[in-house]
């Protein structure tokens, strides 16, 4: 008998198990917002699995991988019922969003009957730590609360829950804090590497250009696969103002935000703010700091969504902190944006974890208590952009390089936008478009996201309630026209053509173009940027090219590559047949036009221990286009013979105190520190002075100005935003250009610029130009690009941008046998300034 009864307890225990739905202390160990205590990455994955398993309101699906191959995961909760018609209820998502293909009725139904998707995303900045965990707790709530309430509103909405936004770097940052955390001297030291392998904390400043592997995933599978109606993007922002930011934003919208989606942010986020403060959670507070004017950070602002971003106070990683007063200001201070504000106290991981995942919970809570609502203005965002009233009738491409509108494409397309080609040459306001030009025609769902990205809308001054002016919270210009270079004219119902060719979505990421070689001789146009990217690539094969040095009385463009082996493979250039360079009349004559080999180029990318997101960029745009290139660590450079590596060594923007010193963190342990110091200084002049050239964009240009005593400086500094504090009568002026775009004046005849445009748009986000201190004819430095001497602002938002005009905005020196080439802007900014690429290729090629 006592042995009978063993049995039958045990099976009633392990029934008991395999019914009960895991908490996430059940898988972790501890609970989500513990101090110190974070879950990692396959923890989270571990823990929704389980969940999925036991729980029938939720299921787990891998959706994609990281850049590092990491699942990308979607977490669905929803009502059992729903779950089970998941593919109806898409379908429903997408007959509201396309209203010419289907009926009016139909759509009738599909308010009725539809159901809101509320999409959470958590994490997407690593050090952000809270809102992963947070994730967890808000999927174990609405998988097993029995409050008929909250039952109910999981009849109503979808919730597909992101667990980590950035896999990669959340790896990265849990791996560090984990390393460290038993080590009273290192715990809690800042990391010296990106928290993603090129972009850190650019990753959600990348929803327009979607080049990143995360991006693509999270555009096409989780906003236009659900076409939620809510989007919660979950971050936490400094430790020392209010506890937690929700929408409305403050001024200014983008244009072309729908005004329905703005008065849904304002319902939506006010409803949010009164119930945290109804719940006792003090300190929540809307209409200050974020703004919405940049689509970086907003894809279904454009998609007929809202972006609700929530903002929670950070603490020390996952350590607290303790604030003995209120916060000061506009945060300490009671008002409609600030209903109850923050006393000060105690603030850690578990009071992130708490507002976190209740602002998710509120927010998914408004989709349901007002879902036929949401349904109906989601069909009427969709139906005013297909009656095509905003805008033109259509927008032309007329003028594009061949590699910049496959990517234009690539973006567009990506983010539904329907795009075609023309067959014919067409007049579009008095100008001629060769057949080819791209179209884009209103009167479609998403031609708001394309009128976004083509017109240049001003950035409008507006003030906040205190009156003071709204600084911008990212860049103000983000028009693809000044940012890629490129024409864009805006045609009327008539000027259309009836035929044009489709251009049809790519889906993955950057499908690498398929490698050909063309035999014989040909040419390659030094305007394309496709030719720069597989001259480079080819070179560190080893195969030859010539360049086109001189063309007196020739017909070649200056720059021109001809390549004559038959080893050269084509990627992204279109070969031109060299005759069709010869003019009419000269009958193709090369006389007079000097072509010489280029110098092989092994390009190496300077490495320092500080994490720089100009590094990890300029990263990818080697790594997205395939060209190779090697990281060059501080050691390596004081070890010396940098020569027997590389020929080219190119520095992204970090401080010249850095570079020679290193990080500046003393918690950080000796293997992460240390700069090029003198050593390396030493053996940077060697590399130079032999043959190499250097490369410096933006804040190292500093370097060797130093380096090699050049009659040239960085000139005052213009902080971004900021007022400039420079000693010189015209330098006093308040200058701020917050991510704007300049206009350059290139001289096309120099080697740096040829291929390009004597008129070049530069994006600059810090006003810092050259400050020459020799006479003009100094022979040993030269400034091909030079900022306009007036009206040097084309895009965004500027004051004082005259302390621009006529200045050197790239120098170039000859040092013995070697070159230096300075930028004075990042010419490869987030990779989203095409414009300029053309410069930083010629420079390589110096
Ligand atoms: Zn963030």
């Known amino acids: 008998m006592p042995l009978l009864r063993l049995v039958v307890c045990c099976c009633v225990a392990i029934a008991g198990v395999s019914a009960q739905i895991p908490s996430p202390k059940d898988v972790l160990g501890f609970k989500p917002g513990t101090d110190g205590m974070l879950a990692d990455y396959d923890q989270i994955l571990a823990y929704h699995q389980k969940l999925a398993a036991a729980a029938d309101r939720v299921t787990y699906e891998v959706v994609g991988k990281t850049t590092e191959g990491r699942d990308m ?18 379908a429903q998502q997408a007959t509201l969003a396309d209203p010419r293909r289907t009926t009016p009725k139909a759509i009738r139904t599909a308010v009725k009957t539809g159901k809101v998707v509320v999409l959470v995303n958590e994490s997407i900045h690593s050090t952000e730590v809270g809102p992963a965990q947070a994730g967890m707790v808000t999927a174990h709530f609405l998988a097993t609360t029995k409050d008929r309430k909250w039952i109910k509103v999981l009849d109503n909405v979808v919730v597909v829950l992101t667990p980590c936004h950035n896999p990669d770097g959340y790896a990265t940052v849990v791996g560090w804090w984990n390393k460290w955390k038993d080590d009273k001297k290192t715990r809690g030291v800042g990391l010296p590497v990106l928290y993603h392998k090129y972009v850190g904390h650019d990753n959600n400043r990348d929803w327009f250009m979607l080049t990143q592997a995360e991006t693509r995933v999270t555009v096409t599978e989780m906003h236009l696969k659900w076409k939620p109606q809510i989007v919660v993007d979950q971050h936490q922002m400094g430790s020392s103002g209010a506890r937690m930011f929700v929408p409305p934003y403050t001024e200014p919208y983008e244009p072309f935000v729908h005004p329905l989606l703005r008065k849904q942010l304002e319902d939506l986020g006010r409803t949010v703010l009164n119930a945290m403060k109804k719940d006792g959670l003090k300190g929540v507070w809307c209409n200050r700091r974020f703004d919405a004017w940049t689509p970086a950070r907003a894809f279904m602002h454009y998609h007929g969504g809202v972006r609700i971003l929530t903002e929670v106070a950070s603490a020390r990683l996952a350590d607290p902190i303790a604030r003995q007063r209120p916060p000061r200001g506009d945060a300490g201070t009671k008002s409609t944006d600030n209903p109850a504000p923050w006393k000060g106290g105690r603030w850690g991981l578990d009071d992130i974890v708490r507002y976190t995942s209740r602002g998710a919970l509120l927010a998914i809570k408004h989709g349901a208590d007002n879902r036929e609502k949401w349904l109906k203005n989601f069909a009427k965002i969709h139906q005013d952009f297909c009656d095509g009233k905003k805008g033109p009738a259509a927008y032309v491409i007329p003028r594009i390089t061949n590699t910049a509108a496959n990517q234009l494409c690539d973006l567009l397309t990506l983010g539904a936008v329907e795009v075609s080609r023309t067959t014919k040459e067409i007049t579009v306001g008095g100008r001629k478009c060769p057949p080819g030009s791209l179209l884009i025609k209103n009167g479609q769902p998403y031609f708001g996201f394309a009128s976004a990205l083509l017109e240049n809308s001003p950035y409008p001054v507006t003030r906040g309630a205190n009156g003071r002016m709204n600084r911008p919270y990212d860049m103000t210009c983000h028009a693809l026209p000044l940012l890629m270079d490129f024409d864009v004219v805006r045609a009327t119902a ?14 993955t990421l950057r499908a690498q173009p398929t490698t050909t070689r063309a035999k014989g001789r040909f040419g390659l146009d030094p305007n394309d940027e496709g030719s720069y990217i597989d001259v480079l690539t080819n070179l560190a094969r080893g195969v030859g090219v010539k360049r086109v040095v001189e063309r007196e009385g020739a017909s070649y463009p200056l720059g021109a590559f001809i390549v004559e082996s038959d080893e050269f493979q084509l990627r992204h250039a279109t070969p031109v047949v060299l005759g069709s360079w010869l003019s009419p009349s000269g009958r ?61 060594l190119l520095f992204a923007s970090v401080d010249r105190r850095s570079l020679v010193g290193g990080p500046r963190d003393r918690k950080l342990p000796e293997e992460y520190r240390g700069g090029l110091g003198d050593a390396g200084q030493q053996a940077l002049k060697t590399f130079v002075e032999s043959g190499g050239t250097m490369v410096t964009m933006n ?68 006003a810092r130009p050259f400050e020459i201190r020799t006479s003009e004819g100094d022979a040993t430095v030269q400034f091909p690009v030079r900022y306009a001497t007036k009206d040097v602002v084309l895009g965004g938002y500027a004051t004082g941008a005259e302390v621009l005009h006529g200045k050197a905005a790239v120098a170039i020196a000859k ?32």
């Open 73 to 90: 995961v979607s977490v669905v909760i929803s009502s059992p019922k729903n779950l089970a018609r998941l593919d109806e209820i898409r």
């Open 494 to 507: 008539n000027e259309i053509p009836a035929e044009a060719k489709p251009v049809v979505a790519a889906k």
């Open 588 to 648: 193709g004559s090369r006389s007079g036009c000097k072509v010489e080999t280029l110098k092989p180029r092994r390009i190496g990318v300077y490495w320092s221990w500080t994490a720089s997101m100009d590094e990890g960029w300029t990263r990818f745009l080697f790594d997205g286009f395939g060209i190779p290139f090697t990281r060059i660590r501080p050691a390596d450079v004081r070890a010396g013979n940098l020569s027997d590596k590389i020929d080219v």
């Open 699 to 766: 804040a190292s240009s500093g370097l060797p100005m130093q380096l090699f005593d050049l009659p040239v400086s960085r000139g005052s500094s213009f902080g971004r935003g900021g007022r400039g504090r420079g000693r010189g009568g015209e330098n006093r002026v308040r200058t701020s250009i917050p991510g704007s775009i300049m206009r350059a004046r290139v001289d096309v005849k120099h080697s740096l610029g040829w291929g390009g445009n004597e008129m070049t748009p530069v994006f600059l986000r810090e």
């Open 815 to 846: 040092v013995k046998k070697g070159t230096v080439v300075m930028f004075a802007f990042s010419p490869q900014f987030r990779c989203q300034t095409w414009s300029t690429y053309r410069l930083l290729f010629n420079a390589l090629l110096q």
